[in-house]
Structures are given as C-alpha cells and as structure tokens.
C-alpha cells in the first residue's frame, strides 16, 4: 500500500492507508480511541484532514475500506453505485466536495440527484472536513420525503417519534404514556415501543393494542413494535397488525450478523409488510436503528473509525425504502461518545450523511447517565437537528425512559421545538389535531386542563 | 365528584412509573416536575461516580471471608472510557489470587453503581450461602473498577466452577441502586454473554433479595449438576428470563 503523507514544519505525518486517513481526520472520540485507531494528537488530526482534503472523491470507489469478496454490504454499496447521478462531482476531491455542497449551485434538486451516486465513504469523508454548522447548512437543504398514513420529512415540519416503554410491557402503563403523549402532539412518525420481551405473543398483543387505539381516535399514524426482524415476520404469519417493520443495523456484514439479520432477511421482511398495503398514501414499510459504536462493540469494524462504519448503515438502510430512520446516538454509552461535545458532534454527522445519501434520518437525542451530558445538551443538540430539517424526534413521558434507563427529549421539548421554530408536524396528522379541535387560533397545540373536553374525551374513551 | 373526575390520570398513574401527565408552563416542564428530574439525575450520577466503601462491605460480609482485587483500569473516568481494562485483573491483584476447590465463586463488582452495591450485595450474598451450604464456597472477592468479565479472570485464575458476578446495573432515574447477577459455568477469559445466566433488577422496587437469592441458587444448583450455563439453562427456567434491557440491541456489556 503506497500510504499518504503530509508536513507541517518539521514534522512529517504518515498514514498508512486510507482507512487511517479517515480514523485520524475523525473528530476526537471515545470509540475511536478505545480501538486504537484514533490520531493521538490533535495536530495529526487536522493533518489528516488535510490529506483527505487533497484526495479525489473517486478514490472510494477504487479503495474499499472493508473487503469487497467478503462483505454484502461493501457489495451493496459497489454494485448500486450509479456512475451518471455521482457525474457532476466525479472530478472533484473531497475538499473542493465540501466547498460545493455549501454552495448556492448545490440545492435540494442538485442534492436530491446526487444522492444515488455518492457512497457511504464520500459522505463521511466530507463530513470530516466540516464544522457542526456547516453540518446544518447542507443537510438543511437535503430533503428526503416518506410515506405511510403520514407524511414524514417534508419541509418546514417537524414529526416525532411516541416511546412510550414500560418495563414489563404493562398495556395500561403503555396506554398512558401513549395518550399523554397524544395530548403534545406527538407521534406524527410513529408510536414505537421496545418491547420488554421480544417473543411473538407479546409483540403480537402490543401491536393489537396500538391499532385499537389508532382505529378508535382514528388517528392517522402508523405504529411498530420494535422487535426483532425475525419475531415480526412470524408477527406477519399470524395475522398481526403490522404497519412497519424494525430491526437494527449496522455498517458490516459481521456486525449485522451480530444482529441477527442479512440483507436477503430485511428483503422477505419489507416484502411481507408490503403485501399487508396497510399504508393509506404509501409504502414506506421500514423503521431502521443505528448508532456509532455497533460495529466496535461486535468486533465487526475492521478498522475503520466508528463514524465511517456507521455510515455504511445508511447503505443497507436506503436499499429497502424505510420510512424511518433513526440513530440512537447518545445511547451506545461513553466508550463510544464520551461526553456531550461528542454526542452531539455524531448526532450532526449522522443525520448529514444519512440525508445526503438520501435516507430520511430522524434522531433519539440521548444519553446514559454515565455520560457526560445532561437535559441542556439535549437542549443544543435537538435544536440544530430541527434546523437542520431533521426528518423526527424522538419523545418519552418526561424524556425518561422508565425501561431502557436512559433519557431522551420530552415530550414537551418536540411541542416547544415546533413552537419555536414554527414546524408543524406531518399535515396528515395536523389535519387530524385541527379537526378534533385540538390546536388555538395561532395553530398552537395549547395545554388542556384535565377536566377539559379534550383531555376527558381522551382519557374517558380509552377507558371503556 | 368522583377521583377519576378530580384526577383523569389517577388510575393510569399507579400502572407506570413514567413520568406522565407532568403539566405545562407554556410549552416547558412546570418547576417542580424539572426539580424531581434534577434530582433523579443527579442520584443517578452520583451513583455512578461515588466508590463503594469496600472496607464495610468487606464487614457487612462477616464472618464471610473476603479478598480484594482491581481490575487494570485505574480510575473511573479510565473504567468508563476502557471497558477492556475493567474486564482485566492489574497484574498485582492477579498474582496475589489464591486457588482451591471451590464448586462456587462470588465475584461483587462495582460496575455502574456503587449504591446498588452498597445496598443490596452482601444480603444477597447471605441469603445465597445460607441456601448453598452443601456447595464448597471460596472467599468473596471485592473488585474495583471491574466489569461482569473481570469474574472470569478471577474465578478461573483460583480454580472455581462457577462464578456468580454481582454487579451495580447502569442506574436509571427510577432505579439508581439496581443490582446484577451473572452465573458462568468453567469461567475462563472470553466467555460469551450467551454462556451466562443473568438476573437483573435487583432492588427495593425491582426483584426482592430473597426472590433473586432463590433464583440465584436455583441456577447455580442446576448449573452444577448440568454443567453449564447460559441460553440451554434458561430455557429450563423461562420464569427467569430478565427483560431484554437493551434498546435496538446496542449496548455492549
């Protein structure tokens, strides 16, 4: 391997290979550190940016990061590159790649036509080269529209993601957290609960119950059990009301094999959800998971720096059309992101290169309580990805997340978002909030005492 | 007027501990739900970052005898950053490891929660060796800094079949002094959690001592006499299956 170099004054930094060009460009990280891949000094780091900046885009489709011949996923990537879409950057480097997409020549429709022709690689190369607010600038201009029974990802709107978990999958417990969040709006994307135990009857009971809410509000939303891909294609052969499928991804065939899926398994499983046509405006059947640190935590990375792996994800994810995706990105814990500055630089990146390779990314802004990051840095992070035209958000009861103890966004902070940033959610469900007579003469969803009509018609019918 | 009309949410409250129905200041938390939330994060922390006081759980243990090790990770903010080193005995704890014949093994390690270690480890303990007096039990071993692997080094190191590897849980804001068992069969460095039993939730609010203590020995007795642990036990003992506490899969151990 001929490796790279670069000299600043005196000292001459070497790289290797491409690989730890891209580990040592990556912004400082937990994840990469722990791997042993990481720059140890933060003058080889912006060394490595400046190798990176130098080298041509085409290189990564030359030089694959993880072997060809004995990964899917790298073969995903090759063989449904379309050469003509990646056309009008094709003579660029990387550097002159980010100078573009902060251009006014790049805009949604230039954008929207890239997407087929750049692979996961040259999204996250360029990434390293930008600040957190260019992250912002380009993804703002990115759109990428789903559909179900909701709209998602259309501009100026903001739509969420509903949690409403309880350790032991109690249906009232679920109910409650489900119609409080109601009551905020939530829940435009989806209402998606991690299931306290993942086994067929369950999941199966859950599902019931989330679609005797949905018909008897009649609202319009789709709702998913958050099993395993394999638990919800039996859930199908029963008969079980399944509007999406989830399953959790990752960027290598190993680490998705740590999983438990292969892409052959997520193609029989969209194609069984298809041939329910429960979606009213569309066929958008999937809800995928990521998160920077899986493949590490799987021993499938192969030595490349988390946020690359990561983003090979976002590959395997817009090969099956999902209409969600979110990353789960504080959740992993600080051995993959350490503290608040790290999470919310990988929210940032993955939410960039997921829009710009087309996949309509929502994020769970989170974290564990052994991070170094609280409710504040929540409070930063939610905020650009709304600006950043994030696709949804995901909310639980008080941003407490009373099964999987870690904490998220409330829903009073996606209400105050919208709010604040004028972004209605999805105009399906908007249409359903207005004629119930939900929302006031400025289009606000205001707060309703308890013993108003709306909360009682709530909470009274949800009793019988 | 009746309580449902008083409180609409009275009867979903005492189905969850979810924080609903918090009301609002325009848009925001009220004052007194944004300080419960304070506080509950601010325990969960502390948990995570105060050390557990060896020396009276070392007491708390009596008569039991004890040993203390360190795994190789330093400090905390090493322990959190370096999950490999808390899976790893410092060389000094390793080589001053006793051996014997010991069909049983505890392992307490402070993991997530020193609290939960605090609080629940040694009850639990002796609740266990008062149910297991026809097994051969080797001291308890003290491990700072450690993580659930580190009881593989240690019990494989003095020669014990099984190890039970007590551990404080990542506390969330409802359960900071959460506590968890691991049984291994044959503990050897690289086991897979596959070839693990697990009991988790233990805790005031959550499993009572005396319930994880039955379930423990129930497990360990089994894993003796099958010799083994891990998916092919919990398939004998369904009731024992723990909620899987992983969101999507991701977190690692």
Known sequence: MAGYHCDLGRQRHRFDDLKAVMACASPRRSGDELAGIAADSDERRVAARMVLADLPLKIFLAEALVPYETDEVTRLIIDSHDAEAFWPVAHMTVGQFRDWLLSYQADTAALTALAPGLTPEMAAAVSKLMRNHDLVCVAAKCSVVTRFRTTVGLPGRLSSRLQPNHPTDDPTGIAASTLDGLLYGIGDAVIGINPATDNVPACIALLEMLDAVRTRFDIPVQSCVLAHVTTTIQAIERGAPVDLVFQSIAGTEKANAGFGVTLPLLAEAQEAAKALKRGTIGDNVMYFETGQGSALSADAHFGVDQQTVETRAYAVARAFDPLLVNTVVGFIGPEYLYDAKQITRAGLEDHFCAKLLGVPMGCDACYTNHAEADQDDMDVLMTMLATAGVNFLIAVPGADDVMLNYQSLSYHDVLGLRHLLKRPPAPEFEAWLEKAGWLDEQRRLPPWPDQSLVVSALLGSAAR | ?253
């Open chain 2, 1 to 253: 007027m009746s309580d449902a009309d008083k409180d609409p949410w009275a009867r979903f409250r005492t189905a969850t501990r979810a924080r609903i129905a918090l009301g609002r200041s325009g848009d925001a938390l009220p004052t007194k739900a944004l300080l419960e939330f304070q506080l509950a994060h601010a325990r969960a922390r502390d948990a995570v970052h105060s050390a557990v006081d060896f020396d009276r759980l070392a007491s708390d243990l009596s008569p039991l005898e004890t040993l203390r090790v360190h795994s190789a990770a330093p400090d905390r903010p090493t322990y959190l950053r370096r999950p490999d080193l808390g899976r790893r005995l410092d060389p000094a704890s390793a080589a001053a490891l006793p051996s014997g014949e010991w069909d049983l093994l505890f392992v307490i390690a402070d993991g997530l929660s020193a609290a939960a270690v605090q609080v629940n480890a040694a009850p639990l303990v002796q609740a266990c060796v008062a149910r297991l007096r026809h097994l051969r039990i080797g001291p308890v071993v003290l491990a700072g800094q450690a993580r659930v692997a580190l009881g593989d080094e240690v019990a494989s190191a003095m020669g014990a079949r099984l190890v039970a590897l007590l551990v404080g849980e990542r506390p969330g804001l409802s359960a900071a002094e959460s506590l968890g068992a691991y049984l291994t069969w044959d503990p050897k460095p690289g086991r897979a959690d596959s070839e693990r039993n697990c009991i988790s939730n233990i805790h005031s609010d959550g499993l009572s001592i005396q319930t994880a203590a039955e379930k423990l020995c129930w497990l360990a007795t089994e894993a003796a006499r099958l010799k083994l642990t891990g998916v092919a036990l919990k398939e004998d003992a369904p009731s024992l299956a723990g909620p899987d506490n992983q969101k999507n899969q991701l977190a690692g151990q």
